[in-house]
């Protein structure tokens, strides 16, 4: 019910920022979190940053201190802005939409983006 799209994603080198955008479109719930996970070759999906409709964030260690997460709840967008990247921060980025449980949504869902491509190099 929910349609997530990622933009923002490139080539950047070591040190360098980018910022990445999606947006949400479709049922909207009133409780919700919004945020990124990535996944490099030959590793697992891990957790970027989220944040809830209520503007609480939360981040993985990796990145504290060099990732900003925000979001425009009359856009249903979130973003990532990320600085000083690493070369380990190459990764696929996916979007993430999360139904926090409330009484009219029982059950916690989420939905996914399809992913942007960001590369970290010289």
């Known amino acids: 019910q929910v349609q997530l799209v990622e933009s923002g994603g490139g080539l950047v080198q070591p040190g360098g920022s980018l910022m990445l955008s999606c947006s949400a479109s479709?049922?909207?719930?009133?409780?919700?979190?919004m945020g990124w996970y990535r996944q490099a070759p030959g590793k697992q999906r891990e957790l970027v940053a989220t944040?809830?409709?209520?503007?609480?964030?939360n981040y993985a260690d990796s990145v504290k201190g060099r990732f900003t997460i925000s979001r425009d709840n009359a856009k249903n967008t979130v973003y990532l802005q990320m600085n000083s990247l690493k070369p380990e921060d190459t990764a696929v980025y996916y979007c993430?939409?999360?139904?926090?449980?409330?009484?009219?949504?029982?059950?916690?869902?989420?939905?996914w983006g399809k992913g942007t491509l960001v590369t970290v190099s010289s």
């Open positions: 993430n939409y999360h139904v926090i449980a409330t009484i009219i949504e029982a059950s916690e869902k989420d939905y």
């Open positions: 944040i809830t409709s209520r503007y609480r964030s």
């Open positions: 479709g049922y909207i719930s009133g409780a919700n979190a």
